[in-house]
């Protein structure tokens, strides 16, 4: 380097320096803040809501040594269309960081502004005349890399920099893109809130990054619209969630809510289990329609006329109009129990018409308080609109689930052959969860999310969708898959479906299929499955070509252990992937190497041993697959496992077997 790039990378290194004590500065002064909250608030409530602001403001700022503060500079040129712009120059990285004086020493990668890092080139330099990359090595500055972009110098994905952050060996949890941000990302990323979107994308090609990202760019552009509203993630299951939780707080984003779906709709306790064939039948839209029949069939005309005594007067309603009232309340087709009150409510308008006519003054709240618990009215209502729960309507429909829309061998398959004595003692299975939150949007009217993001989307089933439908009615959504790595037995073929079910058919559906993580070798080796695979998504593209790749006929403990040493002896992260009922004598014949499991809470574990079924959604730099053949015959849909299970390496994949190949890669 020459001695005006030494003087260079020293005077970045400064600024680094002094942006992290910047950063620091800003922290003590909330610290100070937070500690003397209570004596500038009004009231306790004022300060409670104050120190929890605050609180959250001083997590916001916390600094971690090993992370780059900033990744990124930009120098606008002199005749740059915004004059406040030209000339100057701007750090981009992970937050805003300002001076004592309040002039800003890091820009917030989501920033107007920074949307140039991502998006400008030499076609289009959006002013910029020098896009500048940093190499850093444990949180210290190494090196940095220009593109002179107005001069016609781009170095896309050949710059040095991009392509070392992309690849460099990883252990332990999912980290964040902020610094390898693609043009055709960085679009998806910022689209605006209003919009719904759903992004098919090919293994590595960065789709859950592109979710992650697009959570906190939100939450910075609408942070208190989205604060009142909140932001859901939903991942296919807990180590999914486990694997990606720490990307947002590293982004400074402390208020996301993490779910799984079955977690999200979870009201009872699962205590038994469905054969598949019933499963499949709860996840059917279908069931919704039979929910909805089976709920309103209880609201009746009544054919009495209803009188409530009120000392010493007697009122009186016609049979008539309590008929007008129930037609009037149910063609408004409100949430079953809302209606319920909007009849009682009408009911007690009647009478206190009546009381007004007779006493000449109004009886008061307390007396409309009365007539509402009157027991006359209580036994109208349970007559015309009777009260239900979410759990007696799903027990009434499975103890007898007859209807029109079901087959009688549908019917027998869903009935319960030892049926509870009662709903509060049911012993209700995962598949039941969707039924009983079915009936729960249909009784009452759930909370919702200002902005659902959903990853593994294509593993939804219609019921699943219209639960969380429910919850983002008047929000956006984000839909997250790959239709070749649908696994469940109601996978999507086409993500129109599911978009349909989710009451967003008119999102867009935007492809990715340029992989960064996974080497061209195993993207090869996968996209041999998809002719099998039964859907229409374009084959995936890899620009590393750095892989490895190794398919050995033999699955023995000794050829295992020494694909184990052979990738432990290189740096970076390794799972061994096998059928699930093969995953404890793997675990057991790795012992030596104490391998951990998905379970345990250690994010320094180099070995990782992982059931096919839970790999979906994970990557390691080193994949061993035992025995193919048996993860494709563990489950109807095994060949679509297999595809997931093999593009879950992000360097090396060693392929072991003593059976035949499954055909498509043989």
Known sequence: MTPELDHELAAERTHLTVSRA???????????????????????????TLGRALAKRIKELADDPNTPLFFGKLTFGADAADAESAGHAFHIGRRHVTDAAGEPMVLDWRAPVSRSFYRASASDPQDIAVRRRFGFNAGELTSFEDEHLTLGEELGTKSAILTAEIERPRVGPMRDIVATIQPEQDELVRAALEESICVQGAPGTGKTAVGLHRAAYLLYLHRERLRRAGVLILGPNRA???????????????????????????TVEVRAADTPE???????????QVLHDLLWRRVRRPQEPLTVPDDSYRWRVDAGVLARIVDDVRRGEPP???????????????????????????????????MTKAKPVVALLDQVWPAVTPAELVFEFLTAPEHELLTESEAEELRWTKPSKTAKSAKWTAADLVLLDEAAGLIERPGGFGHIIVDEAQ????????????????????????????????????????????????????????????????????????PALGVDVPPAQSLRPDGWLAIRPTAAPEALAEAVEAALAQPGSVGVISAQDA?????RSLAKYSPTSLDDDDPDSRLTVVPATLAKGLEYDHVIVVEPAAIVEAEARGLHRLYVVLTRAVTTLTVLHDRPLPTPLA
């Open 583 to 587: 995953v404890d004598s793997v675990a």
């Open 278 to 288: 019933a499963e499949a039948l709860k996840h059917d839209p279908r069931l919704a």
């Open 22 to 48: 910047a950063l620091q500065a800003m922290r003590e002064h909330v610290e100070v803040l937070f500690a003397t909250g209570d004596k500038v608030a009004g009231d306790p409530f004022s300060a409670e």
């Open 336 to 370: 079953y129990a809302l209606g319920r009150e909007h009849v009682r409510a009408r009911v007690v308008d009647l009478l206190l018409r009546q009381s007004e006519a007779r006493r000449g003054d109004s009886p008061g709240e307390a007396w409309r308080r009365r």
């Open 459 to 530: 593993d939804l089933s219609p019921m699943q969708a219209r639960a969380i439908a429910r919850r983002s009615t008047h929000g956006s959504v984000t839909l997250l898959g790959d239709l070749a790595q649908g696994t469940a037995p109601w996978a999507a073929k086409q993500w129109q479906d599911t978009l349909g079910h989710l009451g967003k058919p008119d999102a867009v559906v935007t492809p990715l299929t340029t992989g960064f993580r996974v080497p061209e070798q195993v993207v090869e080796l996968a996209n041999r499955l998809l």
């Open 240 to 266: 999914f969630l486990r694997y990606i939780a720490a990307v947002l707080p590293a982004l400074g984003e402390i208020e996301v809510s993490q779910s799984t779906v079955d977690d999200l709709i979870a």
